[in-house]
């Protein structure tokens, strides 16, 4: 049997070891796609080859791919990211800019709110099972789960702003509006973000909801559970501190995927709602071929998941020390 002090360091380790490897499959995965930066580079096709060529060259490509991959490497570990193609700036500066304030404001906010409501959700259902609310709220949740993102986008933006006008059709804030204060740049702001935050929060209410109220009916049917009602406790106290804390498990490891997912953005709500986020950065990265930023994102998709992982592993160890046991 292994200390916890063993564990948070053997799973260091294998976090280590698994970046490496993401960053690595990262790396080709981008050079064998169709396309070349070149192409996107220079539109116009009375641009003579030696040009490109000349291009190729300032940007690393002409190098062997293997040789790419280790100055990427070398690179990587003196904390340099190089410079975008298409934007033609340092790939930590663009990464790090407003793009992803506005990821995090967006998804941040749609992960807390998701999360909360399909725990009350859960709970009532959980409580109630087999009733018609518990049933209508497994409808709602399935029909949410289901729903693509891209359409549900376009309905609403059909709905509340095409025909309603009551929302922007995309953006972050309006161009060409003077904001007196700081209170009136907020209001703008957060009614830009209305119709993508309440597409983001839909979408995710249903995967949350069944399983927290999978997870709580398995548990409130545990002998312990059972023997708490023959005691006679109040409904409350049994939900409170036998079933929701011993559901913990299945919260952590729904929290902190969804948590990770706030630093990759949402690409497609993004893009349909025109965000200025890291979801249409990385749309953008890829339709320009962008490699240096393509890698940026990836790495930051990567660690942020790795990490998440990671400290989601010893939180289960903290809260269950069987995790720990060869």
């Known amino acids: 049997m292994s200390t916890l002090g063993d564990y948070i360091v053997r799973r260091g380790l294998q976090t280590l070891v698994a970046f490496f490897i993401l960053i690595t499959i990262g790396f080709f995965l981008f050079r064998v796609m169709p396309g070349d930066p070149t192409a996107i580079l220079l539109l116009n096709p ?177 002998d312990y559970v059972t023997v708490a009602h023959a005691k006679g406790l109040p409904e409350k106290i049994v939900m409170r501190k036998y079933v929701l804390r011993n559901a913990m498990l299945p919260f952590v490891t729904i929290v902190a995927l969804q948590l990770a997912g706030i630093f990759t953005g949402a690409v497609l709500t993004e893009t349909i709602f025109s965000w200025d986020g890291l979801g249409l950065l990385l749309y953008e990265a890829v339709t320009t071929r962008d490699y240096p930023l393509l890698q940026g994102l990836f790495m930051l998709i990567a660690s942020a998941f790795l990490i998440a992982n990671y400290i989601a592993d010893i939180l289960y160890a903290i809260l269950d020390p069987r995790v720990r046991y060869r």
């Open 46 to 222: 009375r641009i003579p080859p030696e040009t490109r060529l000349l291009l190729r060259e300032r940007l690393g490509l002409d190098e062997p791919l293997h040789l790419q991959y280790f100055i990427f490497i070398k690179n990587f570990f003196m904390g340099e990211f190089g410079y975008s193609f298409h934007y033609g700036r340092p790939v930590t500066e663009i990464i790090l800019s407003r793009k992803m304030f506005n990821t995090i404001t967006l998804v941040g906010s749609s992960v807390v709110l998701a999360i909360a409501i399909a725990l009350l959700m859960a709970l009532v259902a959980a409580r109630r099972r087999g009733s018609r609310s518990d049933a209508g709220l497994l409808v709602f949740s399935l029909a949410t789960y289901s729903m693509p993102v891209f359409w549900l986008g376009m309905l609403l933006l059909l709905a509340f702003s095409v025909n309603l006008g009551l929302f922007p059709l995309g953006g972050t804030i309006s161009a060409t509006k003077v904001h007196e204060s700081t209170l009136d740049y907020i209001t703008d702001y957060l009614w830009h973000m209305a119709l993508p935050l309440t597409a983001l929060v839909l979408i995710q209410i249903g995967y949350n909801f069944l399983i927290m109220r999978n997870t709580l009916i398995d548990i409130s049917m545990e």
